[in-house]
C-alpha cells in the first residue's frame, strides 16, 4: 500500500496557493491583490511559507493518510 496524501495534498496546494492565481500576498500596488497574475519576490517568499506550513500541518501535525490498493 501507499501512502498518497502527501502528493494530493501537495498538488492542491501548490494549485490554490500559486502567487497570482486566486490572491498575491503581499502585492505590487496593494497588500493583497486577488486575480491579478502577476507576483514579485516577496509574494513568492511569503506563499512558499504560507505552503510549507500548511502542507507540514496537514501530513505531520494531523497525521493525514490515503491508501490505496
Request: overall charge neutral; cysteine-free; charged content about 10%.
Given at each position: 500500500?501507499?501512502?498518497?496524501?502527501?502528493?494530493?495534498?501537495g498538488v492542491v496546494l501548490?494549485?490554490?496557493l500559486q502567487p497570482g492565481l486566486l490572491f498575491?500576498?503581499?502585492?505590487?500596488?496593494k497588500q493583497?491583490?486577488?486575480?491579478?497574475?502577476k507576483t514579485n519576490g516577496k509574494a513568492i517568499f511569503i506563499h512558499t511559507l504560507?505552503?510549507?506550513?500548511?502542507f507540514?500541518?496537514?501530513i505531520l501535525a494531523?497525521?493525514?493518510h490515503i491508501y490505496t490498493g
Open positions: 500500500m501507499s501512502d498518497w496524501a502527501p502528493v494530493l495534498v501548490f494549485l490554490f498575491s500576498f503581499p502585492g505590487k500596488g493583497i491583490e486577488f486575480s491579478r497574475m504560507i505552503f510549507f506550513a500548511l507540514s500541518i496537514l494531523l497525521h493525514l
